[in-house]
């Protein structure tokens, strides 16, 4: 069974930093996982971060520069590590894996950045 599994959220000052890490398993791979996204409330899930077809890396313009998402093969995670946080990043992250097709998300892990 596939499961997407998200950790490191949790509550920090503007300014600040979080590593985020979402955990694949169930014949789900780090290669499979396509990025991260976030929804806040009353607002679309939206991509945060990503991998195109070719490998390379995407990044929303408002999280670019601070924000940098990795592939961890021998632990099968994908991480996202987060710099000088501003409260607009307030939401919940949900890594997505696709594979043969279908679409998979994690439960989500709240971020929720103080002033």
């Known amino acids: 069974q596939v499961h997407l599994v998200e950790s490191g959220g949790g509550l920090v000052q503007s300014g600040g930093s979080l590593r985020l890490s979402c955990a694949a398993s169930?014949?789900?791979?780090?290669?499979?996982?396509m990025g991260w996204y976030r929804q806040a409330p009353g607002k679309q899930r939206e991509l945060v971060a990503g991998f195109t077809s070719g490998g390379n890396t995407i990044y929303a313009d408002s999280v670019k520069g601070r924000f940098t998402i990795f592939r961890d093969i021998v632990k099968n995670t994908v991480a996202l590590q987060m710099n000088s946080l501003k409260t607009e990043d307030t939401a919940v992250y949900y890594c997505?894996?696709?594979?043969?097709?279908?679409?998979?998300w994690g439960q989500g892990t709240q971020v929720t950045i103080s002033s």
């Open positions: 997505r894996a696709q594979r043969f097709g279908n679409d998979y």
């Open positions: 169930g014949g789900i791979f780090s290669g499979n996982v």
